[in-house]
């Protein structure tokens, strides 16, 4: 059975933090924008950050879902959501497979799909970070939006 878990921790410059752990599966991205809305509720965001926090969250994480685990999807993606008084940081992670993110992405239909997916994040982003390489177990995309 697929389950979605969520958990609240301590969070560092007096943020508040919620991890958000779901199965690798297309269906559960609109279950990762719901708890940014959430969220969205506890500071004054305005709208058009809020859509263009959306469109960066959807892409990072449905970029895990395509690509961590191949075609049949077995595994987890882990959403972290920091929000502090001046900045919301949003971290997606999984376990699948590595890949190095200085490589230039090809131009086919699939994978062009995920190389503009992480420049409209960078795009929208104050902050940008990814971790991942090739042959090595996991990826981890870090943005940040000052508020």
Known sequence: MDEAAA???????????????????????????????????????????????????????SNSVRHAYGPNGDGHVDVTYELAPDRLRIEVADDGEGFDPDEAPRFDAEVSEGGLGIAIIRSIADEFEIASAPGERGSRLRFVKYL
């Open 7 to 61: 958990s609240e921790g301590p969070a560092r410059d007096g943020a508040r933090a919620i991890t958000l752990r779901v199965p690798a599966k297309p269906e559960y991205v609109a279950l990762c924008r719901l708890a940014l809305t959430g969220l969205s509720q506890l500071r004054e965001i305005g709208d058009d950050t809020i859509a263009d926090l959306k469109l960066a969250l959807t892409e990072a994480v």
